[in-house]
Antibody, heavy 116, light 107 residues
Framework: QVQLQESGPGLVKPSGTLSLTCAVSGGSISSSNWWSWVRQPPGKGLEWIGEIYHSGSTNYNPSLKSRVTISVDKSKNQFSLKLSSVTAADTAVYYCARRFWGIDIWGQGTMVTVSS | AIQMTQSPSSLSASVGDRVTITCRAS??????LGWYQQKPGKAPKLLIY???SLQSGVPSRFSGSGSGTDFTLTISSLQPEDFATYYC?????????FGQGTKVEIK
């Protein structure tokens, strides 16, 4: 079955760019699903960041829209998140996920800390 | 953005209890709502989609109901493995928004 795995630096400096990749295995990123990013600050709730379709169509959370880019690489069967101008408020566990009927498949999550 | 208000924010219950969690949307969202369970250190898990459809592999003690603005997640007989935090998520429009969560604790 489809599995997702996040990867990327666990520490990012303030004002820098957070970059994460989500590898999709057991299925094709070109299937009829949206591929999503969700984050969770320590001890807090879940926040939807955005999503991408394999065609490249994207939807972003307006609260982050000016700083977020989600892209897809069909040749590598993966999708990516870039969040620019990060601050300590961006410290969180970042999850990649698949949305079909609901967000039905999640990666294990990766902790990203913003600190100098 | 649509606001999703969950209640209660936490509850204490015993094994075997019937538990009900509600989620209210700030505007109508048809039945475009899912319920998720999250245990500490783990990714959320989809329990219910489209307000009342049970995700494959999820025990039948979980059920969802509602449409429009008011939704309910019910656990008919709480089991030890059900102690967790539960979230609702609307995907009626963008941005998708989560409720603030309901922590179910052991009484």
């Amino acid at each position: 079955q489809v599995q997702l795995q996040e990867s990327g630096p666990g520490l990012v400096k303030p004002s820098g760019t957070l970059s994460l990749t989500c590898a999709v295995s057991g299925g094709s990123i070109s299937s009829s699903n949206w591929w999503s990013w969700v984050r969770q600050p320590p001890g807090k709730g879940l926040e939807w960041i955005g999503e991408i379709y394999h065609s490249g169509s994207t939807n972003y959370n307006p609260s982050l829209k000016s700083r977020v880019t989600i892209s897809v690489d069909k040749s590598k069967n993966q999708f990516s998140l870039k969040l620019s101008s990060v601050t300590a408020a961006d410290t969180a566990v970042y999850y990649c996920a698949r949305r079909f009927w609901g967000i039905d498949i999640w990666g294990q999550g990766t902790m990203v800390t913003v600190s100098s | 953005a649509i606001q999703m208000t969950q209640s209660p924010s936490s509850l204490s219950a015993s094994v075997g209890d019937r538990v009900t969690i509600t989620c209210r949307a700030s505007q109508g969202i048809r039945n475009d709502l899912g319920w998720y369970q999250q245990k500490p250190g783990k990714a959320p898990k989809l329990l219910i989609y489209a307000a009342s459809s049970l995700q494959s592999g999820v025990p039948s003690r979980f059920s969802g109901s509602g449409s429009g603005t008011d939704f309910t997640l019910t656990i008919s007989s709480l089991q030890p493995e059900d102690f967790a935090t539960y979230y609702c998520l609307q995907d009626y429009n963008y941005p998708q928004t989560f409720g603030q969560g309901t922590k179910v604790e052991i009484k």
